[in-house]
């Protein structure tokens, strides 16, 4: 069964931090990609991060480049979870951040599984 459930979604005050956790099932996780995307009211869903496996099974990891030295994207395979550590967080990263697994094809994440989200709120 192919599941996501994230976690750790939260209001901050601007400049704080959030740790997000996504626990994907096994068959889920094997997947060569897991991601982070958000989405605000009225705007499309924008990709985030997300730490991929190479054919040579070395592990990337890509950013957006809104988030680039602030989000680091991390995973521990023995625990099947991805997370997302959100640092000198600013009130545009207000949205719901959602998990992703899926494909990397030409410089960008595929989904093809997604979490039901976790509300990310961050005050001036």
């Known amino acids: 069964q192919v599941q996501l459930v994230e976690s750790g979604g939260g209001l901050v005050q601007a400049g704080g931090s959030l740790r997000l956790s996504c626990v994907a099932s096994?068959?889920?996780?094997?997947?060569?990609?897991m991601g982070w995307f958000r989405q605000t009211p009225g705007k499309e869903r924008e990709f985030v991060s997300v730490?991929?496996?190479?054919?040579?099974?070395?592990?990337?990891?890509e950013y957006a480049d809104s988030v680039k030295g602030r989000f680091t994207i991390s995973a521990d395979n023995g625990k099947n979870t991805v997370f997302l550590q959100l640092n000198s967080l600013k009130p545009e990263d207000t949205a719901v951040y959602y998990c992703?697994?899926?494909?990397?094809?030409?410089?960008?994440?595929?989904?093809?599984?997604w979490g039901r989200g976790t509300q990310v709120s961050v005050s001036p």
């Open positions: 992703a697994a899926g494909r990397w094809s030409k410089s960008r994440m595929l989904p093809d599984y």
């Open positions: 096994p068959r889920t996780f094997s997947t060569s990609a």
């Open positions: 730490i991929r496996r190479s054919d040579g099974n070395i592990y990337y990891a």
